[in-house]
């Protein structure tokens, strides 16, 4: 069974003062639905403010990155222990850091161990540029960068992946549910001939990339897509709690697809 996703990625929006005001806004509303998984996603200062505003509630932590060594010389890094103690997911390889912070396959990899080892589970993003996408390139590309981050990697235990094609993310401009839901198949696909046929009918597999409440139920609808990764609309308290709550209502589980 697949339970749905929406994770909000805050990004680097809100002091620690504007973060507690936000999940104030939305707590009450996000732990009363309780068929889907809620994860918000705060900058690293607001993690444990936010910790305890949802202690005992039935939303979920997540930070925006980490660095994949436990400790040590890394001036202005977090690492995986340090996140291990505050939160249960991690974004990573999002779009912005491969494009602004130069992380490589590589590099994703090495922190995608780094945060199954300590038990967090990673969210991990990957998408095709525009110009990739008008060349037909879309397949090839997530392929390779789920091959990459994948690397040497057994155990999927917790991960999901988020399909979050680059051209769709914080433009207005979202792919199709159609488009979306390809591209996942093929993800699901390829976790199939990695993995094995069970692992890749239980992978939850997120679209994000423009989402609003106006368009949610487009990706929701879609059989082969989880959830959401929410940026832009998830700063919005009545915004967030409209796609979970879309999400909830329309399929709050999700079968296996065989
Ligand atoms: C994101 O940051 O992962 C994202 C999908 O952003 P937006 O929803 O604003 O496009």
Redesign the pocket.
């Known amino acids: 069974m697949r339970v749905s996703l929406i994770a909000g990625?805050w990004?680097m929006n809100t002091t620690v003062a504007e973060a507690v005001t936000l999940v104030s806004e939305m707590r009450l509303g996000l732990d009363e639905i309780d068929n889907v998984d809620k994860v918000l996603c705060p900058p690293f200062i607001s993690l444990a403010a936010v910790r305890e505003l949802i202690k005992g509630s039935s939303i979920k932590l997540g930070a925006q990155n980490l660095y994949f060594e436990e400790q040590g010389a890394y001036t202005g890094e977090i690492s995986p222990l340090m996140l291990a103690d505050l939160c249960q997911f991690v974004i990573i390889g999002?779009s912005e850091r491969r494009q602004y912070f130069n992380e490589t396959g590589k590099i994703i990899n090495k922190k995608v161990q780094a945060a199954l080892r300590v038990g967090l589970k990673p969210i991990l993003c990957i998408g095709e540029s525009l110009k990739e996408n008008e060349a037909g390139k879309t397949g090839e590309v997530v392929t390779e960068q789920l091959r990459s981050s994948l690397a040497g990697i057994n155990e999927l235990d917790g991960l999901i992946v988020a399909y979050?094609p680059v051209w769709?993310?914080?433009t207005g401009r979202a792919a199709t549910g159609k488009q979306a839901n390809e591209t996942i198949g093929l993800i699901r696909h390829n976790i199939t001939e990695l993995y094995d046929k069970e692992i890749a009918r239980d992978l939850r597999i997120l679209y994000?990339?423009?989402?609003t409440s106006a368009n949610a139920a487009e990706f929701i609808s879609q059989p082969e897509i989880d959830g959401a990764?929410?940026?832009?609309?998830s700063l919005k308290a009545k915004e967030f709690l409209s796609i979970v709550t879309q999400t909830s209502a329309m399929r709050g589980h999700f079968s296996h697809i065989d």
């Open positions: 990625n990004k999002h979050e769709a993310i914080g994000g990339g423009s989402v990764l929410v940026g832009g609309a």
